[in-house]
């Protein structure tokens, strides 16, 4: 006990000692993430990369399109965080858009079937598969939310409507310059139904600030959305986002894969749950989680002042 005791107080003073100045991503060359040949199969809508070690990339990748949220996507989606959450192989994710955007929201030529024409023989049966339409959109983002793999979003030029609901699902939120932002839902007559106007507020401290946004419809630049918490860097180009969005995914795929995604589950309970519920629910988390030679591979690892990518964690 008294060695273990020893070896958790080195990885306290080193953290304490850790420089705390502003991070900003290193000079390191980046291969182009975007496929050339277009999504992976079998989805339509989005191209999956492995560009480092531990790190899948899902790009949303209808170019042509704007990136617009179209039928296939919102059943891709979800099959492909189940697949990654399944994956051992990946420790955290990226998100980022292909083309000139980052997404337009919701395609409305390609869904207003769906959304403006639902089957039912009257207004109970409507209404019955309207919600069922609706619940399973929601499942599209909840998806992100779910895997307990980090996911790190990166935002260049515009994210309107879904893509606002996309990224608040997400855990890191990376933006350029030219980023800007857009509950849009109001401009074409409906209330967000599928994530912003539940999660917004819980990322952004101001709640007349979340109701101006979604009751307005207007656009929130870069600054704004650094200032306000919605993003937690800001990039001059997609390139130098990229590369930061990059080195900080390798950052935390080199962590421990049980510490990391049990800090990702118990941020999101706390989140919806008193101090009091999400300090028992850690308690259990950890009565078991602590139990794992992680824990000793990382304090060796900080004794002797050596990086955690230099440890060779299981999978998960």
């Not at 990059?246 to 990391?260: D, K, Q, T």
Request: overall charge positive; proline content about 3%.
């Amino acid at each position: 006990m008294y060695v273990q005791r020893a070896m958790l107080s080195g990885i306290i003073r080193s953290a304490l000692t850790k420089n705390r100045g502003l991070w900003l991503p290193s000079q390191v060359m980046v291969r182009t993430m975007s496929s050339s040949s277009g999504p992976t199969s079998p989805y339509t809508t989005l191209s999956i990369s492995r560009p480092t070690e531990r790190v899948t990339h899902v790009e949303l990748h209808r170019p042509e399109k704007r990136n617009a949220m179209n039928k296939a996507f919102w059943s891709e989606m979800v099959d492909c965080f189940n697949e990654i959450a399944a994956d051992p192989e990946c420790r955290v994710v990226v998100v980022s858009g292909a083309g000139k955007i980052f997404t337009a929201g919701i395609d409305l030529m390609d869904m207003a079937s769906n959304l403006l024409q639902p089957e039912g023989d009257d207004t109970a049966r409507v209404s019955w598969n309207l919600r069922k339409t609706i619940t399973k959109y929601q499942e599209t983002f909840s998806v992100i939310e779910k895997c307990s793999k980090p996911v790190v979003v990166a935002v260049h030029g515009a994210c309107i409507g879904g893509g606002v609901d996309l990224i608040t699902a997400c855990d890191i939120r990376l933006c350029t310059q030219d980023a800007w932002f857009q509950i849009k839902e109001v401009d074409i007559g409906i209330a967000a139904d599928v994530g912003t106007l539940h999660r917004l507020p819980k990322v952004i401290g101001s709640r007349s600030l979340v109701n101006e946004l979604a009751l307005t419809a207007r656009k929130m630049y870069a600054d704004e959305a650094k200032s306000s918490g919605l993003v937690s860097r800001v990039f001059a180009d997609k390139e130098t986002m990229m590369a930061g969005a990059l080195e900080m995914a390798g950052e935390i795929a080199a962590r421990s894969p049980v510490a990391v995604q049990g800090t990702k589950i118990n941020l999101v309970y706390a989140r919806d749950h008193s101090v009091a519920e999400g300090l028992d629910y850690i308690a259990t988390w950890n009565m078991s989680m602590l139990q794992t030679q992680d824990v000793m591979k990382s304090a060796q690892a900080a004794m002797e002042r050596k990086s955690p990518k230099t440890v060779a964690f299981s999978k998960l």
